[in-house]
């Protein structure tokens, strides 16, 4: 076997073919083309010219665009791979010699799914000077420094239960995940420019974003009578609203903190953490770990304080109400830029409130977490009111990593719609979106990833209004569980309405006026 490859009849190319030999005699002057013709007598090129005229097409390659089954083509590629199989392939190869050969060869590691430095964010309570109203949060990591939004959204509710029962009859059921305080980020490149902001929306009203400002900044609650009949007055309108317009939104502040000390901490703490969870680090230290995961899976993954081994709380006590002009990212950025340089709140007046975060670092055997798909991640746990969602990141570099996972998302992002050139009366807008497979109103698919408070998933998502603006900006973002196997039928359905906030005398119950549609 050692001298089967001598056997082999050795195979000559064009390059190695003399001028005298059967191949194509390359001329030093001038370059003339030249031809050959195959068995069937098509003629083909032997040089780098081309004679267009002279050639003829190839042979049509049959069944190129008929689709056939994922299963049938497996099996065509099975017996394709057995037609013509060398039997004895290393044996094509000479032997090494055994001063040459390879003794301790490393043992590769197995491809995984890249995360960089996880933070496990826990959201703990948001409190304003009145509570009138239910508000929602949407949370997410923006980089400075790179100008670029570095994770997907994260939803949470911290409502009360007296709040949350303005809109229960805008929503058909509560999942679980829906109900999910923390979420684990991820961070590639950690830098001293990175902030975690934090929008806040609240049901659509009759008025302006200052309008509904003004009264988180004017009253407080227990300053008198007087006080507490606006405050009941302004909360039985809130109430109304929310239940002719639960299901719409509207902007209305947003917060922010940086978090350049947990993301550093985290770096230096990486190497402690990977070594005691995998065994390495020294017997004392292993053991309390292992005594804490014990601790943990009898509280039903209800994390004790002790095992967050970088654990920081984070108080945002001033927030700035949304301007219904600058709601771009862009607009964002110039934002951050002065609240870095301390002079946001010198220019703007702030909302006072209290939100409470605590950041720590997330260890990989987290328990209780769902995947960025909402896909269950090992290790399970017990308790489903204490799940911990996974935020999909978006480097702000890219990763050269193999793919190891299935991923099929698709992110939507409306930036800016005019209707100033319209003659209706059109001025609160919102666009409703859909993932169709067809033309249909059926054919609405339920792949849309709910928010906090609702189902995991839903089959039309309404973009926040900007009370009587013609042109407005968008931050939305929609996020879409991709069908496996798309036609020629799914797409992107965009229905353009008006929403009235005022319910008149002769107008119907209905609320939406449609104003137009783009696919």
């Known amino acids: 076997r050692q001298d089967f490859y001598k056997s082999l009849k050795k195979q000559t190319f064009e390059s190695d073919e003399t001028a005298d030999g059967n191949g194509t005699n390359y001329q030093i002057g001038t370059r003339r083309l030249a031809v050959t013709c195959d068995e069937a007598g098509r003629t083909t090129l032997t040089t780098c010219d081309f004679d ?30 057995k037609a013509n199989r060398q039997m004895e392939l290393f044996a094509l190869y000479p032997p090494i010699d055994e001063e040459d050969a390879v003794i301790m060869r490393p043992i590769p590691e197995c491809p995984k799914e890249p995360f960089g430095n996880r933070i496990l964010v826990k959201f703990q309570c948001l409190r304003f000077e009145i509570e009138i109203e239910p508000l929602f949060m949407t949370v997410a990591l923006y980089d400075l420094k790179e100008k670029k939004k570095i994770s997907e959204n994260f939803y949470c509710d911290l409502n009360s239960e007296q709040m949350k029962g303005f809109v229960r009859s805008h929503t058909t059921t509560i999942s679980p995940s829906s109900l999910a305080k923390s979420a684990v980020f991820s961070v590639t490149y950690p830098s ?102 014990r601790l943990s899976d009898r509280s039903g993954g209800n994390l004790d304080d002790q095992y967050l081994l970088n654990s920081k709380t984070f108080t945002i006590t001033t927030f700035h109400k949304q301007e219904g002009d600058r709601l771009t990212d862009e607009d964002l950025f110039k934002f951050l830029s002065e609240y870095k340089k301390y002079s946001l709140q010198r220019r703007y007046k702030p909302i006072p409130g209290l939100l ?18 909402l896909l269950p991640v090992l290790p399970l746990s017990d308790n489903r009111n204490r799940l911990i969602k996974e935020v999909l990141e978006f480097p702000s570099k890219e990763v050269y ?46 792949v849309i990833f709910g928010k906090s408070s609702g189902p995991e998933f839903v089959q039309e998502v309404y973009t926040p209004i900007i009370y009587h603006n013609k042109s407005p900006d968008f931050y939305e973002e929609v996020k879409i569980k991709l069908p496996a196997k798309l036609t020629e039928k799914h797409h992107l359905l965009f229905t353009f309405c008006h929403i009235s906030c005022q319910q008149k005398q002769n107008q119907a119950s209905n609320t939406e006026a449609v104003l137009g549609y783009s696919w």
């Open 192 to 293: 001293s420019d990175i902030f975690l902001v934090v929008k806040i929306e609240k049901v659509l009203q009759q008025g302006d974003i200052a309008d509904c400002a003004e009264n988180y900044m004017a009253i407080k609650e227990g300053d008198g009578s007087k006080n507490k009949e606006k405050i009941d007055k302004l909360r039985s309108q809130a109430e109304y609203f929310c239940q002719r317009l639960g299901k719409y939104r509207m902007p209305f502040a947003w917060g922010c903190t940086n978090i350049s000390s947990v993301t550093a901490s985290t770096l230096e703490r990486e190497a402690y953490d990977i070594d005691n969870f995998n065994g390495k680090g020294n017997i004392t230290d292993r053991r309390a770990l292992m005594q804490m995961r």
């Open 356 to 373: 409470k975060v605590e950041i720590s670092s997330a260890f990989e055997g987290l328990p209780g977490c769902l995947s960025p798909e």
């Open 52 to 81: 267009l005229c002279g050639l003829q097409p190839d042979n049509r390659l049959e069944n190129l665009l008929k689709h056939i089954s994922p299963e049938e083509q497996d099996n065509q590629n099975e017996e394709t791979r």
């Open 401 to 446: 990593v193999p793919h190891t996972i299935y991923r099929n998302l698709l992110y939507v992002y409306p930036q800016r719609l005019n209707f100033n050139n319209r003659l209706a009366s059109a001025r609160n807008i919102t666009i409703k979106i859909q993932f169709m497979s067809g033309e249909d109103p059926s054919c609405a698919m339920p």
